[in-house]
């Protein structure tokens, strides 16, 4: 059974920092694509970034240059290192794989960025 569980969200200041993680429970996460989404209120869930099994990723334009997406394939977990925060960052951010694809969607964690 496929379980998402994200968390390391929290409240920041503008410019500073916070590292995500996603623990994936399931028997599919070495064979697959992992994705960050971010939920902004009243909007749609949008992909940020993706990380494929050896290692590649790709970015949203707005987050080049300040995210970091990687994974430890041995745990399982995918990261978000976020650098450089901004009040338009500020979000629900989930995990999960490829859009078509996904699994059942976990709590998310919630980002807000703010003076």
């Known amino acids: 059974q496929v379980r998402l569980v994200e968390s390391g969200g929290g409240s920041v200041r503008p410019g500073e920092s916070l590292t995500l993680s996603c623990l994936a429970h399931?028997?599919?996460?070495?064979?697959?694509?992992m994705c960050w989404y971010l939920q902004a209120p009243g909007k749609q869930r949008e992909l940020v970034a993706d990380i494929t099994i050896d290692g590649r990723t790709r970015y949203t334009d707005s987050v080049k240059g300040r995210f970091t997406i990687s994974r430890d394939n041995s745990k399982p977990i995918v990261y978000l290192q976020m650098n450089n925060l901004r009040p338009d960052d500020t979000a629900v951010y989930y995990c999960?794989?490829?859009?078509?694809?996904?699994?059942?969607w976990g709590q998310g964690t919630q980002v807000t960025v703010s003076s």
């Open positions: 399931g028997d599919f996460f070495s064979r697959t694509t």
């Open positions: 999960n794989v490829d859009p078509g694809s996904w699994y059942n």
